[in-house]
């Protein structure tokens, strides 16, 4: 029975061993790619899968065949992903506690604004290579090319995503029937009809986006406070395993030496002597 969490350990290992193969599968498929989108994300895939790989390997090898090294790398390594995800965890909910847009009088979609979201968020997206990098998936997703057919009353009664509400149209507070010298907007004068332009120079389209990545960054830390559950549980498994690895490495197994080809430790034959003479006063 004191093999059980070995027998669970493997069994875990080698099932996220195999699930790490189509993640760096597709990271270098990724990597072949010319489009801007998928290379931006084949960098993260293949650090988590060749991570994976080598925290699997080692807790399978450690626990199936008793390698007491190969699993102490398995729990410093678990470790330093669990305190990483925590930390990576609180920081996402931190950076992402602001924005939210705000609702149109009259109009089902909301307006974001750059200067709602977090100082981290903004410095971020505000840099120019890493904007340039957003512009080119947004232009090849064709997300504004879905509102060219609307009509004035579909901007009345339907409903759209931050990217569309800000990269695709300009404000609605902007008014061009008035004279140049009033104060607006300043996305108001960055707004162009042409198709390549409209307004993705806009801080409104800079703000859709954080818009758009605070809503999937609060999925994604849902997803992450379920794995460190999942991560601690596997955690504490593997810490049982690797005193059961100890204990046959060290000839204690639970009580009888049944070790014949290991060096016993310094102190068994102390142990030895009490328990001989143990049974010899009763």
């Known amino acids: 029975m004191y093999r059980f969490s070995n027998t669970v350990i493997g069994f875990l290992n080698l099932f996220t ?3 790490s193969i189509p993640i760096i599968g597709g990271g270098l498929w ?16 293949l650090v988590i899968g060749f991570v994976v790989l080598i ?27 669990i ?19 705000e609702e149109v009088a009259g109009r089902v979609y909301r307006e974001y604004h750059l200067q709602d979201y ?5 410095n971020r997206i505000k840099d120019p290579q890493y904007w340039s990098t957003i512009r080119s998936c947004i232009l090849g997703s064709k997300t504004c090319a879905k509102l060219a057919m609307w009509t004035p009353l579909d901007y009345l009664e339907k409903d759209m995503s931050p990217i ?23 996305d108001c004068y960055r707004w162009n009809n042409a198709p390549n332009l409209l307004c993705y120079e806009c801080d ?29 549980g596997i955690y504490c498994i593997g810490c049982c395993a690797f005193q059961n690895t100890k204990r046959a490495e060290t000839d204690y197994p639970y009580g009888e030496n049944r070790m014949t080809k290991v060096r016993p430790r310094w102190d068994y034959y102390w142990w030895r002597w009490l328990h001989n003479k143990r049974e010899q006063l009763y």
């Open 55 to 81: 925290v699997s390997l080692a807790g399978f090898i450690g626990a199936c065949f008793h390698v007491a090294w190969a699993l102490w790398v398995y729990l410093v390594v678990m470790l330093f992903l």
């Open 17 to 19: 061993l195999l699930a």
């Open 83 to 101: 305190a990483t995800l925590l930390g990576l965890t609180i920081f996402g909910f931190v950076v992402t506690s602001q924005g939210g847009g």
């Open 30 to 45: 990724m990597a072949r790619s010319n489009t801007t989108c998928e290379s931006f994300l084949q960098t993260p895939l």
């Open 204 to 232: 409104s389209c800079k703000a859709g986006v954080l818009e758009d990545i605070r809503r999937n960054w609060h999925k994604l830390s849902v997803l992450n406070i379920v794995m460190l559950i999942l991560l601690i």
């Open 164 to 186: 569309q509400s800000g990269c695709c149209k300009p404000p609605t507070t902007c008014n061009y029937n008035i004279a140049a010298t009033v104060a607006q907007d300043p």
């Open 118 to 122: 977090s100082p981290w968020l903004r």
